[in-house]
């Protein structure tokens, strides 16, 4: 692979200072198992992942991981973790998902060659502006997969207890297509992984955008429980994840959505989140949990509308690793950078049980951090109207108790012998739809809210704070310190 660079950073840190910023907690009386010992961490990270470019203009920035990685070092977190080089997945990992004509195209396209192949691209939606072809797509494709199959593997094996990969959580690629700035589903694959081992998994996501590919892989299972707090208004981007969309088949009430609107603050947040989660764990009892972490929900994210603060969004995490199971980690959207470094360093301290000082380290990308220079960053707005009151969240919660009502309590999977890796996860038949839209993509018939996603998507989801200039980005800075997240110069 071409334009990969190696990175050298510092691992020096400062020592404590200050009082450590406290978790947002509200307080609400929850049964939850105590720990007996500290949780074992694994930790995955692929240098290489971060010096791949999306192309001038384009939202993600995968060089936001080399500022995570070097927060996650400055503080010195690695020493109690267990730290791993990632592999890259194999063609034949993806493929146990993807389609395998998707995948050979994936494979063959290049930024020289993409224009020969205008009906694949267009079959696949590559080569469009969320999702380009750019220099070493596939590869970038393997990276982050492979650490999210890694991490699957050491849950399952017991060696950990939660194990993060802050560069998986791409959770818009479908079966068969490119979405949303993704091309693999690394989540499906991890799942699908777990499932070796574990007869049920709740899969959560906390970025501002719909889990549509997540949801949709496993719209027919009852072993997956996926759960997506989002913004949802009709036309924001993905144009799913109504609280309607619960499932079919032997998956109806499987698909949990909590639809959101703007500027959901802390409080809110959190309210509905524990309590939703709390009436999922109940009902659902799973043996290991999948936690995208978004950071497109944060306040002032480029594309996002949430106003979350930093310890708002690790409470997510805080709260479901009171139930003691096995939990993936995983990254996903954030296109303000320097915030999500702020997060996921954060996250990652949670995930330890470590309290870290406000003052950020010395580290290789201190100049991104500025004015303040300091992990917990006042980025909330106040003038923000929270248009999510009380009684529309209790709404929304008493509609999903309505569905989890009718869940098969902990459904039964026989566990005779260890089931194939990822070579299935349905009987015969239930993928009928997929099979048919391989052999006819252009006139797949999808699976209920589905249909048409893409032309939908393309008639009313497109934001144009997307590919965005100066004063036209979300964050609302002026631009006046976006320069430093525009691209960042991870060689040394």
């Given at each position: 692979?071409?334009?990969?660079?190696?990175?050298?950073?510092?691992?020096?840190?400062?020592?404590?200072?200050?009082a450590p910023v406290?978790?947002?907690?509200?307080?609400?009386?929850?049964?939850?198992v105590?720990k007996h010992?500290?949780?074992?961490?694994?930790?995955?990270?692929?240098?290489?992942?971060s010096?791949?470019?999306y192309?001038?203009?384009?939202?993600?920035?995968?060089?936001?991981?080399?500022?995570?990685h070097?927060l996650?070092f400055?503080?010195?977190?690695?020493?109690?973790?267990?730290?791993?080089r990632?592999?890259s997945?194999?063609?034949?990992?993806?493929t146990?998902?993807?389609?395998?004509?998707?995948i050979?195209?994936?494979?063959r396209?290049?930024p020289?060659?993409?224009?020969?192949?205008?009906?694949?691209?267009?079959?696949?939606?590559l080569?469009?502006?969320?999702?380009p072809?750019?220099?070493g797509v596939?590869?970038?494709?393997?990276?982050?997969a492979?650490?999210?199959?890694?991490?699957?593997?050491?849950?399952?094996?017991?060696?950990?207890d939660?194990?993060?990969?802050?560069?998986?959580?791409?959770?818009h690629?479908?079966?068969?297509?490119?979405?949303?700035?993704?091309?693999?589903?690394?989540?499906?694959?991890?799942?699908?992984?777990?499932?070796?081992i574990?007869?049920r998994?709740?899969?959560?996501?906390?970025?501002?955008h719909?889990g549509?590919?997540?949801?949709?892989?496993?719209?027919?299972?009852?072993?997956?429980?996926?759960?997506?707090?989002?913004?949802?208004?009709?036309?924001f981007?993905p144009?799913?994840?109504?609280?309607?969309?619960?499932?079919?088949?032997?998956?109806?009430?499987?698909?949990?959505?909590?639809p959101?609107?703007?500027?959901?603050?802390?409080?809110?947040?959190?309210?509905?989140?524990?309590?939703v989660?709390?009436?999922?764990m109940t009902?659902?009892?799973?043996?290991?949990?999948?936690?995208?972490?978004?950071?497109?929900?944060?306040?002032?994210?480029?594309?996002?509308s949430?106003?979350?603060?930093?310890?708002?969004h690790?409470?997510?995490?805080?709260?479901?690793?009171?139930?003691?199971?096995?939990?993936?980690?995983l990254?996903?959207?954030?296109?303000?950078?320097?915030?999500?470094?702020?997060a996921?360093?954060?996250?990652?301290?949670?995930?330890?049980?470590?309290d870290?000082?406000?003052?950020?380290?010395?580290?290789?990308?201190?100049?991104h951090?500025?004015?303040?220079?300091?992990?917990?960053?006042p980025?909330k707005?106040?003038?923000?109207?929270?248009?999510n009151?009380?009684?529309?969240?209790?709404?929304?919660?008493?509609?999903?108790?309505?569905?989890?009502?009718?869940?098969?309590?902990?459904?039964?999977?026989?566990?005779?012998?260890l089931p194939?890796?990822?070579?299935?996860?349905?009987?015969?038949?239930?993928?009928?739809?997929?099979?048919?839209?391989?052999?006819?993509?252009?006139?797949?018939?999808?699976?209920?809210?589905?249909?048409?996603?893409?032309?939908?998507?393309?008639?009313?989801?497109?934001?144009?704070?997307?590919?965005?200039?100066?004063?036209?980005?979300?964050?609302?800075d002026?631009?006046r310190?976006?320069?430093?997240?525009?691209?960042v110069?991870?060689?040394?």
């Open positions: 692979m071409s334009k990969r660079h190696q990175f050298q950073f510092d691992h020096d840190a400062r020592k404590d200072k200050g406290p978790p947002a907690d509200l307080g609400l009386n929850l049964s939850a105590g010992s500290k949780d074992k961490v694994a930790y995955f990270y692929q240098e290489e992942t010096a791949f470019h192309g001038e203009g384009h939202p993600m920035k995968p060089a936001r991981l080399a500022l995570t070097n996650v400055g503080y010195r977190l690695h020493e109690h973790m267990s730290c791993f990632s592999r997945a194999t063609d034949e990992e993806v146990k998902y993807h389609s395998a004509d998707y050979e195209c994936l494979k396209l290049t020289d060659n993409y224009r020969l192949f205008d009906s694949w691209t267009s079959r696949y939606n080569a469009v502006d969320d999702c072809i750019f220099d596939y590869d970038f494709c393997l990276m982050y492979g650490a999210s199959l890694d991490a699957a593997r050491k849950l399952s094996a017991g060696v950990a939660i194990a993060v990969n802050w560069s998986g959580g791409l959770h690629a479908k079966k068969w297509e490119a979405s949303g700035f993704c091309y693999v589903n690394d989540i499906v694959l991890a799942i699908l992984e777990l499932l070796r574990h007869p998994v709740v899969y959560i996501d906390i970025d501002v719909h549509d590919g997540v949801q949709e892989a496993f719209y027919r299972s009852n072993r997956v429980m996926t759960v997506s707090f989002h913004r949802y208004d009709g036309s981007f144009g799913t994840g109504k609280i309607e969309e619960k499932g079919v088949g032997v998956g109806k009430n499987y698909a949990i959505n909590v959101l609107t703007e500027f959901i603050d802390d409080n809110s947040y959190g309210y509905i989140f524990r309590n989660m709390t009436d999922v009902s659902f009892r799973p043996t290991a949990i999948v936690l995208q972490c978004g950071a497109d929900s944060l306040a002032k994210d480029r594309l996002g949430f106003n979350l603060s930093i310890a708002g690790g409470q997510c995490l805080q709260f479901m690793k009171t139930f003691d199971l096995p939990i993936l980690v990254g996903g959207g954030g296109y303000t950078i320097r915030n999500v470094a702020r996921w360093t954060y996250e990652t301290s949670v995930a330890i049980g470590a870290l000082p406000n003052e950020l380290p010395d580290n290789a990308y201190m100049s951090f500025g004015p303040d220079y300091v992990l917990h960053s980025i707005d106040p003038s923000a109207e929270n248009t009151q009380r009684q529309k969240l209790d709404h929304i919660r008493e509609k999903i108790r309505e569905y989890l009502r009718d869940v098969e309590h902990a459904p039964s999977v026989q566990m005779m012998e194939p890796g990822l070579d299935r996860l349905h009987e015969p038949g239930d993928w009928e739809a997929d099979k048919n839209a391989d052999l006819y993509p252009d006139f797949r018939e999808d699976i209920g809210v589905f249909s048409n996603t893409r032309p939908e998507r393309q008639k009313t989801t497109t934001d144009q704070r997307e590919h965005y200039a100066g004063d036209r980005d979300n964050d609302g002026m631009g310190f976006d320069s430093m997240d525009e691209d110069d991870v060689s040394f």
